[in-house]
């Protein structure tokens, strides 16, 4: 009975002292005052709905082509070989897993900005994503554990917002075949170049897949009378599935 009881209180026990560590944390953060609500005011007009521009995402690309490290390179030239043979046609997302960054913020679906003190949060229609940049002057985490859409902290510098994201899930795929390590970080600018159209700049670093930075950049056209819907890829909307379990493009099995 001793053995049984200690083996429920020790997760308890964790359970226990992670909620303690979680308020403790939460004391930290100071309370929006009204001043805060009211700072808001002072920032970009970025209300509506902003989606991608197709001709942006899936027109011809004259952008810079990424600069392998040869190991990334070589992982690369297996990716392919396999698609060759009628492998890694899918990726996950076929079966309703979140795309991750920085491809969920290049889906053709709209995404929306919404301000409060010390926070952007874009929500997005795509897997019905939220992501939750904290502009409250903390660091990035030291640890972070590994999400979809990863830890993220931003700045305003004038008009334009600059966000880092690290700890990206190692699951998801920056670009074709090419999965984030440890070492990826993320930084995105978000500013208006006419009153309906935003431009993202996308700048990814990491040692150990790049020869040197690689840049994306996204243009998002406003719709201001949009509103994001409900997105429930789990409702008849996957593909089948191989032998394995993988996503598959054959609808026979």
Not at 121 to 127: D, F, G, L, P
Not at 131 to 146: F, K, M, Q, W
Not at 180 to 206: G, H, N, S, V, Y
Not at 210 to 221: G, R, S, T
Request: aromatic share 8%.
């Amino acid at each position: 009975m001793g053995n049984r009881l200690n083996g429920w209180m020790l997760p308890l026990a964790g359970a226990l002292g992670a909620i303690a560590i979680a308020t403790a944390a939460a004391a930290d953060v100071k309370p929006a005052t009204a001043a805060d609500y009211a700072a808001l005011a002072k920032l970009p007009d970025w209300s509506g709905t902003w989606q991608p521009d197709w001709s942006t995402l899936y027109g011809p690309r004259t952008g810079p082509t990424p600069s392998f490290t040869p190991a990334a390179a070589q992982t690369l030239a297996a990716f392919k070989a396999k698609q060759a043979k009628g492998e890694n046609l899918q990726t996950e997302a076929a079966n309703c897993v979140p795309n991750g960054m920085p491809q969920i913020m290049r889906m053709p679906y709209p995404i929306e900005f919404i301000f409060s003190p010390g926070r952007v949060t874009i929500a997005i229609e795509t897997y019905s994503q939220v992501r939750r940049i904290y502009t409250d002057g903390r660091a990035l985490p030291e640890d972070p554990d590994p999400t979809y859409n990863g830890s993220s902290v931003g700045r305003w510098e004038g008009d334009t917002l600059i966000v880092d994201t690290i700890g990206l899930n190692p699951a998801t795929s920056i670009l074709p075949g090419i999965h984030p390590t440890e070492q990826t970080r993320i930084r995105e600018t978000f500013r208006l170049e006419k009153p309906d159209m935003m431009l993202a700049t996308t700048t990814i670093t990491d040692p150990t897949l790049f020869a040197q930075p690689f840049e994306l950049k996204q243009a998002y056209v406003r719709h201001r009378d949009w509103d994001i819907r409900e997105y429930v890829c789990q409702e008849n909307n996957r593909d089948a599935a191989d032998e394995f379990g993988r996503p598959s493009m054959n609808i026979e099995q």
